[in-house]
């Protein structure tokens, strides 16, 4: 949109809207500068940082397989490990969320982003199992600042009428970091070379990987050093100088002018929707204080009318996280066994599970460990994660046209047929099929559920709403994990029929929200 038509739109308005002692709304002038690099450049980083959310919750999938000869694992200690930042995620993220509404956006992403990478980095030399699996709980105690924050920090930057195809867009990233973890790990972890650096310690590839997933937070995080805070929270601060300073520098980098240009000297300020103008962080010396002070301003998701359609949604969030991402952690470490299946006749899931069980306990009479991931787990995994980006494109297109509760329905019971189906099918390429979907369509509902939570809670209870909603779907990751390190060893068919009828429940749950 061009910054001549906006203005034509805003001077269309009735002269109250435009009197300069009353300022101007902050979305009209959003409206008045126009969609430029500024957006592009919020688009991009908030892309990235996501990314790298994805890249280090999930690629510790491919980490798991081959670190397991290094740290000796079973495969309880591959669920441990890959629940950890996880958990660490469930822990940290509604006060991040709380604290990003109360000091601002850009500084929570920002140290949080560096403290996570930082902690990313020192994991490559760590070579005991149990303090890895710690410093990878602080990664995602940490990553959660972009996980809770990303997206508001986003939003703010874009028109109500741009916000949706902006957190779309941004929502792609997630299928391109499910295709950029297994292409970068085919690429590192094809070489065969290990450094000594004492006896019992050696750099090998696998810990270079997770440099590589890193990355884009890093990136993410210079990006974010060229930018302004978000003038949105800045003016809920009543920080009404910083705003306008922001504003007018987006309308420096769009299009060349000052504020003033655009006959824009004063910005709208944000009524105090709790009555109070002071910051609850600031001012406490008191951690019980903080706490009671948050406790206060959710204990109202918690009481009727909303009591009963949010604790259905977060039930929903837990199952769509158990499945997408609890199945998807393993989704390597058996593609990889269905690789390695040397037998002749035609098998299911179960059955190759199975004969691997006994090929892992002749190797290890043997003293024999296989951290070896053969190709076709690789070129799996990326179908999978092209079959996400793909299926991002093609929801904000279905979406539409049956409805958010048809789509999370359908998705849902859709899913949960493929997870049954798993059970008996033989033929190579439907099993590809049925687990892709089976973890798609989930992954797809989580946006789609996280957009309905925001309608069904009033305006001031939204953010907190979807940051626990989502932190606790998160907590499916953690028990659908554990419960695959559990029992497909043993009990494979139970397995997956435990995450098919959990997706069932979810989607019949589904036809009782309001949406």
Known sequence: MSAESGQQDVESKPKSARDPNAGHEY???????????????????????????????????????????????????????SAASFIGIFCSSYFLGYLSDTIGRRPVLIYTTIAGNVLSLCSTVIPSYWPYVFLRFGVGFFIAG?????????????????????INYASLFVGISTIYVPATAWLVLSMNWSVGITDDFSFRPWRLLTICYLLPGVIGTLLLWSLPESPKILMSLHKTEEAFAAVDWIAITNSGKHLHEFKVHKLKTEPNLDGEGENILLISKSAFTTIKKMWKETKPLLKRPHLINFLISCTIMCGLFFSSSGMGLWYPEIQNRLGSNTAEDSMTVCQVIDASIDQMQANTTNKICDDHINTKSYIDTITYGSALTVGY???????????????????????????????????????????????????????????????????????????????????????????????????????????????????????????
């Not at 991009?44 to 081959?66: C, P, R």
């Not at 290094?70 to 669920?79: G, H, L, N, R």
């Not at 972009?146 to 902006?166: D, N």
């Open 27 to 81: 979305e009209e002038v959003l409206e008045l500068i126009g969609f430029g690099r500024v957006q592009w450049i919020v688009l991009f980083a908030a892309g990235l940082l996501i990314m790298m959310v994805i890249n280090e919750t999930m690629g510790m999938s491919y980490i798991t397989i081959v670190s397991q000869c290094d740290f000796e694992m079973s495969s309880m200690d591959k669920a441990i490990m």
């Open 146 to 166: 972009a996980s809770s924050t990303t997206y508001a920090y986003l939003g703010e930057f874009f028109t109500p009428r741009h916000r949706p195809i902006a």
């Open 393 to 515: 494109i093609l929801m904000g297109l279905v979406i539409n046209t049956i409805g958010r509760k048809a789509s999370i329905f359908i998705g849902l019971s859709l899913a949960g047929a493929c997870a049954v189906a798993l059970i008996f099918i033989k033929d190579e390429v439907v099993i590809v099929v049925c687990f892709c979907l089976y973890l798609v369509l989930p992954g797809l509902c989580v946006s789609i559920l996280s957009g309905a939570v925001v309608d069904l809670v009033p305006t001031h209870l939204r953010g907190k709403a979807v940051c626990i909603c989502l932190m606790l779907g998160r907590t499916g990751s953690v028990f659908g994990s554990n419960i695959i390190g559990v029992l497909l060893d043993y009990y494979c068919s139970l397995t997956f029929g435990v995450f098919s009828g959990f997706v069932l429940v979810c989607a019949s749950l589904t036809l009782l929200l309001p949406i």
